[in-house]
């Protein structure tokens, strides 16, 4: 199973940037399906977007499309998600998850999390 740590995460205003980073170790990601959900207390999970690392195929949810946008270090097992124009609605905990099964929303699928990286947009 791959070990997964987010980064990046914090206060910004809205209409503002941040990068979330997500390193990867244990396995190499090749075959992996690297997703990033979020969560507000009371809700559940939901699915923000997913790349597949071995030819880049992406799924992004239209709350997210446009204004997200993935990118990756090989060498350093890390992937990145450029979230820009953000919104106060983008205020979550976000997790950075994988799995093998495929490119697919539940998170159910993903068998490895990482911990969770606070993003908060202030209006």
């Known amino acids: 199973q791959v070990q997964l740590v987010e980064s990046g995460g914090g206060l910004v205003q809205a209409g503002g940037s941040l990068r979330l980073s997500c390193a990867a170790s244990?396995?190499?990601?090749?075959?992996?399906?690297m997703g990033w959900f979020r969560q507000v207390p009371g809700k559940e999970r939901e699915f923000v977007a997913a790349i597949a690392w071995s030819g880049g195929s992406t799924d992004y949810a239209d709350s997210v499309k446009g204004r997200l946008t993935f990118s990756r270090d090989n060498a350093k097992n890390t992937l990145y998600l450029q979230m820009n124009s953000l919104k106060p609605e983008d205020t979550a905990v976000y997790y950075c998850a994988a799995t093998r099964v495929g490119l697919l929303r539940g998170a159910y699928l993903y068998n490895s999390w990482g911990q969770g990286t606070q993003v908060t947009v202030s209006s």
């Open positions: 244990g396995r190499t990601l090749s075959g992996y399906v």
